[in-house]
DNA sequence: GTCTATACATCGATAGAC
DNA sequence: GTCTATCGATGTATAGAC
């Protein structure tokens, strides 16, 4: 609402716009896949004209590249990503059962993340660069902090900090993958907890 | 070949084209997912037109399904699954090692695995029909025959024989995802075995 | 910068000849 | 059963008025 004048009202393009655009264009691709997502329909959910879209972004890959590499970067960043420095404190059993709690809850009850893993994974073979943001900022982030966090921590006696990350969150999120995303939840249940207990029983090499 | 009589020749809706067709749906789908492959290119890919396509599917969901579904229960059945029983025989640390290395050698090489797993995931919101067959033919076999592995080998004194397959099956599946699916082989280097030896290491509880 | 109107291609699906 | 030809709808992208 901070106009600069009544002259500037529609004199230059508006950044509220682009962003109106880019929040249409996240429920239409996350809800249709890019393919099946038209340019009218991303205009509609956006409320401005087809052209209007393509006076922001250059074509349609354009606008969904973008898109994607946002999501990637902002959005669900702290999914994963727990950016609260004392989420590390405490004893390592603590530790990680926060960190596993933490993640499923936020994975599991969001119907945007399990769109978002579906729109990245059915698209990675098509749109292989942006594959890349995914793995460069929720991935790995993720994992060398966890891997740093196993190689500090002397007293589990890890062989190999780095391969126990990657079992702990390949682990966790295929369990997303299987329950929520391809729909197994009825077909094969199974309590978050036993995993979650099970995986730190596994790491910390002690029974509950 | 085995012909009833020249008489027959087109008088019948040939299996032989029934499965033409569906082989080069297999093609197009798995290279161009669902909304963006057309029944023209299907056809061309069979080799037949587009009316032949129409009098052996209903339309283009039946199409897909029945392809999906087919994939799911015959094509990449052996990947996951040894139906070979002295798969299981020895000891657990050599059976689980055998297992491992039989799983990632079979879905790293093999670019149509990885294509399927980027269909399914990404199609599994607007067809959640489609990830049952995965789930029910490929993932619950493996997961309830690994379970019932663990739950036989006493030595191992496992708490969760269950979720510990889980594990074992998720940190391979991901690796696979994140590794090759994603493109994260360059960005997040690590070699195959290293996963193995920690997992069966965890799980084994011994060290090597 | 934003709109309406439109050009041009391609889609899914079908009619009718053989 | 299979083909060619085609219909109607919808797709991306742009031209031109304001």
Redesign the interface.
Known sequence: MAQIGLSNLGRQKSAEKTNAILEGAMGEFL??????TSMERVAVAAGVSKATVYSHFQDKQGLFTTLVRRLAEEKYRTVFNPQDSQFLQGEPKVVLRRLATNMLDNAMGDQQV??F??????????F?EL??P???NL??PV?ELLSQYFASRCELQ???P???A??F???????V??QE????KE??P?ERD??I???I???T?A??
Chains 1, 2 share one sequence.
């Open positions: 809800a249709h896949g890019y393919a099946a399990q769109s893993m579906r729109l990245i994974m059915g698209e990675s073979g098509r292989p594959a890349q995914y793995v460069e991935a790995k994992i890890l062989s190999d780095e391969a126990t990657r079992i969150i390949g682990s966790l999120v295929y369990f993958i299987l995303v391809l729909h197994g077909i094969l199974l036993r995993l207990n099970s995986l029983e596994m790491i090499n029974k509950y």
